[in-house]
């Protein structure tokens, strides 16, 4: 099993910045590819970006692209997604997750594991 663990959430003013983090831990966590997802309230939960196991390989949503950048750090198990020029329309939870597969992927029900999520709220 592998717990991920979400932090960096807040609240900041709009065109502000966050630093998403997602640590890794328990069984192996072997070579798998990691997203961030999020979900508003009464809405689903919808992709923002994700990467391969190797970071060669990104993808955002065309909402993000441009202004957040996802990141890992393989020999710390984590992985990062940086926030800037943020938008009220960015508020909702947001969270983290791992699939077996070191391909990444954009859609939720591929991945196998998931965090208890962060909330991030931009004020206008």
């Known amino acids: 099993q592998v717990q991920l663990v979400e932090s960096g959430g807040g609240l900041v003013q709009a065109g502000g910045s966050l630093r998403l983090s997602c640590a890794a831990s328990?069984?192996?966590?072997?070579?798998?590819?990691m997203g961030w997802f999020r979900q508003a309230p009464g809405k689903e939960r919808d992709f923002v970006a994700a990467?391969?196991?190797?970071?060669?390989?990104?993808s955002y949503a065309d909402s993000v692209k441009g202004r957040f950048t996802i990141s890992r750090d393989n020999a710390k198990n984590t992985v990062y997604l940086q926030m800037n020029s943020l938008k009220p329309e960015d508020t909702a939870v947001y969270y983290c997750a791992a699939r077996s597969s070191a391909i990444l992927a954009i859609v939720p029900h591929v991945y196998d594991y998931w965090g208890q999520g962060t909330q991030v709220t931009v004020s206008s």
């Open positions: 990467i391969s196991w190797s970071g060669g390989s990104t």
């Open positions: 328990g069984r192996t966590f072997g070579r798998g590819a």
